[in-house]
């Protein structure tokens, strides 16, 4: 976070919030669309999508799967070194 200064989700220099365990649980199922949810609850605004080989799901489902969300928008694709990376912006949590 230091090139960007936003707060981040899963903690900042080594430490990780109490929330964290919630947040491993829930992204359990990404790219659901609980858990795009729960990320909107915990008031995210971006996902980033690195590549991983062997990931599951797959950069391709995941990246299908948000890419056809109403609550999420592409921003940007690029490559990390030798991986692709995925930007998304996730639209405020609808308030009822």
């Known amino acids: 976070s230091t090139l960007h200064w936003r707060p981040l989700l899963n903690g900042y220099s080594g ?3 109490n929330s964290y365990m919630d947040l491993l ?3 359990r199922s990404f790219p ?3 858990s795009i949810a729960y990320l909107q609850r915990a ?3 971006v996902l980033v999508i690195h590549e991983m080989p062997g990931s599951r799901p797959s950069k391709e489902y ?3 799967r948000l890419a ?3 609550s999420v928008t592409v921003m940007a694709q690029d490559r990390d070194a030798d991986r692709r990376i995925a930007f998304f912006r996730l639209a405020p ?3 009822r």
């Open 15 to 17: 430490k990780d919030p």
């Open 32 to 34: 659901d669309g609980n």
């Open 43 to 45: 008031g995210a605004t």
């Open 68 to 70: 056809r969300d109403p």
């Open 62 to 64: 995941a990246f299908d």
């Open 93 to 95: 949590a609808r308030t």
């Open 25 to 27: 649980v829930e992204m």
